[in-house]
């Protein structure tokens, strides 16, 4: 079985790429993970060589994670069977292979996707392997992320303000993706569009990936979470929602300090303005300014973040508890 137009969705955290990959998940032809398998991060590229021991390295170490994780449990028997009919094993066909035996079976879908928050430099490498896949790519008002992640994260304070970065990351990487990638292959949207006019907009991604639109995208009651049972929103502001809303937008406005949309602004002013999200026109003050700076230098983070953007212009595409992580060097320009 060959899969031509497999899924792939990222963004920001706290951006709504969950909430569209369940909607997706409601048409009957797709079907998309639910923050389990994330090929891209954990397995793309990092077993090399494909021989024999580290395709199943790489197998024992999916299967070991969704077990432990998810509590999903997979035919290991299956995959490995299947792919000994291949001469040569890519990363692509293990990829389709596990999307295909572990998850897409069990339905009766034809189109398997994958959301992985932070991945959206995954995208180029995702299309090697899938020439005609399809990569949605999910973008927010930077402040509505800062607060809200700001309320979910156990990251130690003041280390939340590294969503500045990444949204700045997230910002450059968007425009770069546009200039390199066929619409045919990538469809960028804001969040806010998409709640806005939810049906309008799955309507739109419908034919980007090639599948008709279908009433239940809409219908939150017919959502469903990893187990197949009723989805509940994570949503930082109420226990539950009943309906694809534009509630969340501009909850900054009443939740954002004068320091954090100080810098912010600063760092962020530029990429803003390219995707339409207005500047507040606050007057800041001194004060606002220096318990910004005070806030960066706060944080060992937070300092080698600002650096990193005062040096070369440069965001983040990782989360702020990631200690592995080093800057890739892209010619935004």
């Not at 890519?90 to 035996?101: D, F, G, L, R, W």
Request: proline residues 4%.
């Amino acid at each position: 079985m060959s899969i031509n137009t497999p899924v792939f969705i990222t963004g920001l955290y706290r951006s709504g790429t969950t909430l569209l990959s369940r909607s997706l998940n409601a048409n009957p032809k797709i079907f998309i993970t639910f923050d389990n398998v994330h090929f891209m991060r954990f397995c793309y590229n990092k077993f090399q060589p494909l021989n024999s021991k580290n395709i199943l390295r790489l197998i024992n170490n999916i299967s070991r994670r969704l077990l432990d994780r998810n509590n999903i449990k997979i035919d290991k028997k299956i995959i490995i069977s299947e792919l000994q009919s291949y001469k040569n094993i890519s990363y692509s066909t293990i990829y389709n292979n596990i999307m295909k035996n572990c998850f897409l079976k069990k339905t009766n879908k034809l189109i398997w996707g994958e959301k992985t928050n932070v991945a959206w430099g995954s995208i180029p490498n995702f299309l090697k392997m899938f020439p005609n896949g399809k990569c949605i790519f999910l973008l927010r008002d930077p402040r509505d992320v800062l607060c809200s992640f700001k309320k979910m994260t156990d990251n130690p304070y003041p280390n939340y303000l590294d969503s500045i970065f990444a949204s700045l990351g997230a910002f450059q990487y968007a425009k770069f993706l546009k200039k390199k990638i066929s619409k045919n292959n990538l469809f960028i949207i804001k969040y806010e569009n998409f709640v806005n006019e939810p049906e309008k907009n799955l309507k739109k991604i419908c034919k980007f990936i090639g599948v008709s639109y279908d009433k239940e995208m809409i219908n939150i009651n017919s959502f469903r979470d990893i187990n197949g049972e009723k989805w509940f929103s994570n949503t930082s502001y109420s226990k539950s929602i009943n309906k694809i809303s534009t509630s969340s937008i501009g909850k900054w406005k009443k939740k954002i300090l004068n320091e954090e949309l100080c810098l912010l602004e600063m760092v962020l002013k530029k990429e803003m303005d390219v995707y339409g999200y207005n500047l507040s026109e606050k007057k800041f003050s001194t004060k606002d300014l220096a318990k910004s700076f005070e806030i960066i230098f706060a944080s060992s983070l937070l300092t080698e973040r600002f650096k990193l953007w005062m040096e070369e212009n440069r965001g983040v595409d990782t989360y702020p508890n990631n200690p592995t992580w080093q800057p890739v060097k892209v010619d935004f320009d």
